[in-house]
């Protein structure tokens, strides 16, 4: 078998996956199925992160996922009604006015409760490093290469949205740096104030030479369909997602049947794929050097769906697996399927293409072993 060349995998690829593993821990508040959601996405994002600004982002959003369980752990001391016997502390009781009666603030704090309420933020945590996970292995302007023609504009807003997260962090550590060659305090209140002042200027110089690039590639300009055309494109595209809509809470709501979902989902893509397809005939922009959509494109895909799937046959078979038992007070178990399809999507680590080399070591080495420099950077 000839070897895999150098390449970056196609970012959708990378958000099918982080999308299955972010509706595996949706289902979920056991803390072993999390952890290991969580192992499998920092796993991945170290063997296949890329050298670049946007690539750090998976460290943001786990510092982001600690500061969400922090805040759900105050709101259940806080505000939080006691679960279960084991009393950890008693806080002095405020009394509230009569139209506060459905909430407590002070008294009783048990064990059951503050483990109940970090699975609860522990979801979220990890939910957040699914996010993080795909902006650090998906670049963003080749995502937006890769949208549909009738969803160019909103890719473009999309797209504009997600490198907000990645630039910041780029943006803090520049001024950062600049902060501290001048002598100058990072730490505390003042150095947050004194940083930003310039992230802000940054990000609004950005906007403005960002609208100016894009009036002059001309963004929004389409061409012209017929009205039957048009409206058939719109009912497609709107009772395809509304049929999405409904078929997606068939699918993940632990109250629904899946086989009631699983229809109406699929007929809902197929009509928001025919009226996408319709509506791109409207677009007249050009794609130069499409990414490949290979065998590496659908493993990493397809193990993504594997712990989302597998997380959803272990529900069906024994739901209590998938929930933390606080009273009475057990260690969870692990289900088999799910441990199994949770370890499926570690897969992208292996399959998936090794990266291009940075284009500073290639310039230092004279690019690959055996591979001259300009056979590197020739277009395939």
């Not at 969580?38 to 982002?57: G, H, N, Q, T, Y």
């Not at 906007?207 to 369909?225: E, F, H, I, K, P």
């Amino acid at each position: 078998m000839s070897k895999t060349l150098p390449r970056y995998l196609h970012p959708g690829a990378w958000w099918l996956w982080a999308i299955g593993l972010a509706v595996a821990a949706s289902r979920t508040t056991n803390p072993l199925i999390l952890g290991l959601i969580l192992a499998v996405a920092a796993l991945v994002v170290a063997a296949r992160k890329p050298d670049a600004p946007w690539s750090r982002s998976f460290s943001v959003f786990l510092k982001l996922g600690l500061f969400v369980i922090a805040i759900r752990l105050v709101f259940q001391v806080v505000l939080g009604s006691p679960i279960g016997d084991h009393v950890l502390v008693t806080l002095p009781v405020v009394p509230l006015p009569a139209w506060m009666a459905s909430l407590r603030l002070g008294g009783e704090i048990t064990w059951e409760s503050i483990i109940f309420a970090a699975c609860d933020g522990l979801r979220l945590a990890v939910l957040l490093a699914c996010v993080g996970a795909a902006n650090s292995l998906a670049s963003p302007s080749r995502l937006l290469k890769s949208m549909p023609p009738a969803l160019y504009e909103v890719g473009v807003a999309v797209v504009v949205a997600m490198t907000f997260a990645p630039q910041l962090v780029t943006d803090l550590g520049r001024v950062r740096e600049a902060r501290r060659l001048r002598g100058r305090s990072n730490k505390g209140l003042r150095g947050a104030v004194g940083a930003a002042l310039p992230v802000l200027e940054g990000a609004l110089d950005r906007a403005v030479t960002l609208a100016a690039a894009m009036d002059s590639r001309g963004y929004g300009r389409t061409g012209q369909l017929p009205a039957r055309v048009r409206h058939l494109t719109v009912a497609l595209v709107l009772g395809g997602l509304l049929g999405v809509c409904i078929g997606l809470y068939g699918v993940l709501s632990a109250n629904a049947a899946v086989v009631t979902g699983a229809p109406l989902l699929l007929l809902g893509v197929i009509a928001a794929c025919v009226g996408l397809w319709l509506g791109g005939r409207r677009s007249i922009r050009t794609r130069y050097r499409s990414d490949p959509w290979a065998r590496p494109e659908w493993l990493v895909s397809a193990s993504g769906i594997a712990a989302s799937v597998g997380v959803m046959i272990a529900g069906i078979v024994n739901p209590v697996s998938l929930t933390i038992s606080v009273v009475p007070l057990e260690w969870p178990a692990l289900p088999p399927v799910a441990l199994l399809g949770i370890l499926l999507a570690a897969l992208p680590a292996v399959v998936a293409p090794p990266l291009p080399m940075p284009a500073a070591i290639r310039r230092r080495t004279g690019g690959l072993t055996g591979v001259p420099q300009t056979a590197v950077g020739a277009p395939s």
